[in-house]
């Protein structure tokens, strides 16, 4: 859009104004604000509210007196939990921003959805909307919301939206796609109450981690660096992943490192087969429950698989297996009101017992690829190569990671930026959805 065009001189001196919930670092926000400058168009933030501690603390520092921030105190973030906050009391506004907490919905949660109170948060969203009515809205979530029971959950928050009177769009992105060397997919449901907004159009753009990566950092020992470094040269340790739930060439065992306790070959090997077998449906209904991604099997299960031992000396080997904490000796699960519990009534097994978590660390960076989703619970636990060590993604690495600028600054202890990344929005993905919503004509006559 040309800078003279649709009233030229209100775009100049009338900002357009915007309210930033569940504000987080302050992604969506940079992104709305950069996607509004790229086409000539003043924004104001009205209002923000956050309830973490030190994502309030990262947010004040870099948007109060930093990246064109004043030293007006009411600037600050002071309102905390929406909840508690009356619509009455917002200023008015033209656009709502929010990344409404998604772990309710997340495939990597209990997915409980609005049964859980985090997944309610999206009706105070509908409260300030009904009360304000703004031009349009950017909402973000992950991108399971799709399909998060059945569709049952998006179809009632569109259901919510369109009632309003809004003209809703919605569509997954993924961050590689937007020259991020993460893999993010996120939903994005963008509302208009005058026009049906496109969010097609975005020509891919792939970065790598090199692009992004840092060298000659400080790096650590530790016994579980020192034990991979000592096994493994530097370099063929790109790409891989520390984790005992899964196989394949990519994976590094805690049995192959050995850290629990010395195993001999033929463990290594009754390992690798309980990885593919104990996840395999046909052991669901021989043992009586629904199917789970890793299931305990008996002594006499795995021996059908492993004939080559006798039953006894494949015992025995499990055994010692079970004291060493590689596998855990358990009955297997029910699944009751969508939690997994014990059915005491049925024989117990082996079952593998380190996940990934378990791990100080549990991927090594590969320069020439690129990071899957980055978890709050995950943060601290991606190792980068630097000079033929280990150490830990940096904050510089974090913040690229999300599109942010290099201008930004992180003003919190590592660990806390760990689990606000984990959170966050990816700039450059919000920068495309807020230029496909203010570039229509109407959405500027303010």
């Given at each position: 859009m040309a800078q003279d065009e649709n009233f030229p001189d209100k775009k100049k001196s009338t900002p357009i104004k915007f309210i930033d919930l569940f504000a987080g670092?302050?992604?969506?926000?940079?992104?709305?604000?950069?996607?509004?400058?790229?086409?000539?168009?003043?924004?104001?933030?009205?209002?923000?509210?956050?309830?973490?501690?030190?994502?309030?603390?990262?947010?004040?520092?870099?948007?109060?007196?930093?990246?064109?921030?004043?030293?007006?105190?009411?600037?600050?973030?002071?309102?905390?939990?929406?909840?508690?906050?009356?619509?009455?009391?917002?200023?008015?506004?033209?656009?709502?921003l929010a990344g409404f907490p998604c772990q309710a919905f997340s495939s990597a949660g209990k997915k409980l959805g609005f049964d859980d109170t985090r997944g309610t948060l999206f009706f105070d969203i509908v409260r300030i909307l009904k009360h304000k009515m703004p031009k349009g809205f950017i909402l973000e979530n992950v991108d399971n919301l799709e399909k998060h029971d059945g569709g049952n959950t998006y179809r009632v928050i569109a259901a919510n939206l369109s009632e309003m009177g809004y003209n809703i769009t919605s569509k997954v992105l993924d961050s590689l796609e937007f020259g991020i060397p993460q893999q993010r997919k996120r939903i994005f449901i963008v509302g208009h109450l005058e026009e049906d907004i496109d969010l097609d159009g975005h020509k891919p753009k792939t970065t790598l981690f090199s692009e992004i990566m840092e060298s000659g950092l400080e790096t650590y020992d530790s016994e579980f660096t020192k034990r991979v470094l000592s096994l493994y040269e530097p370099k063929d340790l790109h790409g891989k992943k520390f984790k005992d739930k899964r196989g394949g060439d990519d994976n590094i065992h805690s049995w192959d490192l050995e850290l629990r306790g010395t195993c001999n070959d033929d463990q290594k090997i009754i390992m690798r087969r309980l990885l593919k077998q104990r996840r395999r449906k046909p052991w669901a209904e021989i043992i009586g429950i629904k199917w789970m991604d890793g299931m305990p099997l008996t002594a006499e299960q795995i021996h059908t698989f492993c004939e080559d031992y006798t039953l006894d000396n494949l015992t025995n080997l499990l055994d010692d297996l079970t004291v060493k904490k590689y596998l855990s000796y358990e009955h297997p699960k029910q699944s009751i009101n969508g939690k997994r519990v014990p059915d005491k009534l049925i024989d117990k097994g082996y079952n593998i017992v380190t996940g990934k978590l378990s791990f100080e660390l549990n991927k090594i960076m590969d320069p020439d690829g690129y990071s899957p989703t980055i978890v709050a619970t995950e943060g601290d636990k991606y190792g980068v190569i630097d000079n033929g060590k280990i150490r830990r993604i940096s904050v510089r690495e974090c913040l690229r990671f999300f599109g942010f600028p290099e201008t930004y600054e992180s003003n919190i202890p590592i660990e806390d930026l760990y689990d606000l990344v984990g959170n966050t929005v990816v700039i450059p993905v919000v920068e495309f959805v807020g230029a496909c919503l203010l570039e229509n004509p109407s959405t500027n006559q303010l």
């Open positions: 670092m302050g992604g969506l926000r940079i992104g709305f604000e950069n996607a509004a400058k790229k086409i000539g168009l003043n924004t104001k933030c009205v209002f923000t509210s956050e309830i973490k501690p030190h994502a309030i603390e990262i947010y004040n520092h870099n948007f109060h007196s930093r990246m064109g921030g004043t030293n007006n105190d009411s600037e600050k973030i002071s309102h905390s939990d929406i909840t508690k906050i009356s619509e009455t009391n917002i200023p008015d506004f033209d656009y709502l």
